[in-house]
Structure formats: C-alpha cells, structure tokens
C-alpha cells in the first residue's frame, strides 16, 4: 500500500447521501425566498460546510437566513435519510479490504457529527466507524476547500499528511485534499472529473479504488 492512511469524505461518497441533500436545501432556500434549483444546489454547496449556505445567501442576497435554518434543515435532511439513504453501492468491500490489509482508515465530513452518524445508522456503516476514526467540520474552524479538516484527521489518526490519500467526489473536497499536501482520488459517479480538477486520479466505481491506491 502507497499510503498510510485513506481518509474518506462521507457524504456521495460512503453514503448516497447529495440527491436527498440537495433536494431538501434547493427547496427549503426557495421557501425562504431565495429560488434554488436541484442543479444549482450541487454546484454551489455540494462537499461544503453549512456557514457556506448562510455566506453565499448573504453575498448574494444581503439578507440572512433565519437563526432556525440549521436546524430546521438538519431535521428535513435526517428524515429524510431515514427514508431512503443508503450506502455507497460497494463501500463496504472497499472497507472490509481495508480492513484485511490492516490499512487504517477514517472519514472527514463537512457534516455534522449528528449527520455523520444518523447517516451510518440508516446505511448501515456504523460499525466501520466510531468516534476515533470520525471527523467532522465542526472539529475545525473553517470547512472545505480550507485544508484544516484534513490536516485534523491526518494529526488525529497519527499520519503525516504526504502519507495520506483522500478519497473526494466535490470540487471543494479535491481542493482542501491538494492544500493539505495530500494525494487525492476523484469519485465521478455525480461529479465528472472536468469538476474535480487537481485530483490525482478518476473512478466511477468503488471496486475500482482499492486499485488506484494500492
């Protein structure tokens, strides 16, 4: 194995998480007043942290989302996963691999821890991740494409960042894994690759990726 440690981004990537997502927040800034598109939801906030949403309503707008937004979208999106969510189709081969080789492994999500785990519950990967190996925006003080949740996880799981490959399917996750200093694989399967420029390499299938990063 090239690297020390496969850091994984959670949502579209661990779990079939960004339709659900980005249904509920195109149509919730559009009942606030604010017309998102599905389409519009993705490029623009897809992989980033949720003050991202407050400051680019505000750029654009000059108005601020009500003090419930976050948690009044947070409960749309969770039930919704309960609903639907689950997991990336061949995740759990990739992890099991991992795992035999003795390759450690986390994830480090723009997410909630909250969502982070409602969303292992419902796709069935709670077992694969506990707070050890768990990481969130929230540990840090800026998101994605800033480095510093990455350079978190590398300095918690004890990992030198040039030792560390990520695994990201956002343009602002390929951006924050490149400023870290570490490698980075691009997964295509709602990102095309000309989206996610920088990374090291492209796969459309998880039974691709233990190839790429072996």
């Known amino acids: 194995m090239r690297y020390d440690l496969v850091i ?29 598109s599905y389409e519009e939801s993705i490029r623009d906030y897809m992989g980033s942290a949720v003050h991202r949403i ?47 080789d003795q390759v450690p492994y986390c994830v480090a999500s723009s997410g ?24 969130s925006a929230q540990d840090v003080g800026r998101g994605k494409p800033a480095p510093d949740l990455f350079l978190y996880a590398a300095e918690r799981m004890g990992v030198a960042p040039q030792r560390c490959v990520v695994v990201e399917d956002s343009p602002l996750g390929v951006a924050a894994a490149r400023a870290a200093g570490m490698d980075v694989y691009g997964f ?19 039974a691709e990726l233990p190839g790429l990063i072996r």
């Open 188 to 206: 295509t399967a709602m990102t095309s690759p000309a989206k996610l420029d920088g990374a090291n390499g492209y796969f459309g299938d998880m």
């Open 8 to 36: 994984f981004d959670n949502d579209g990537v661990l779990v079939d998480s960004e339709p659900i997502a980005n249904t509920i927040l195109a149509e919730y800034l559009t009942e606030l007043g604010h017309p998102t």
């Open 112 to 135: 909630s821890h909250q969502r982070i785990r409602v969303g292992h519950r419902k796709a069935g990967l709670g077992a694969w991740f506990r707070d050890e190996n768990t990481f």
């Open 54 to 100: 407050h400051d680019l309503v505000l750029e654009r707008t000059g108005q601020r989302l009500p003090e419930v937004f976050d948690d009044t979208l947070h409960a749309r999106t969770f039930a919704a996963f309960e609903q639907a969510l689950q997991a990336v189709p061949g995740v759990g081969a990739v992890l099991e691999k991992l795992v035999a």
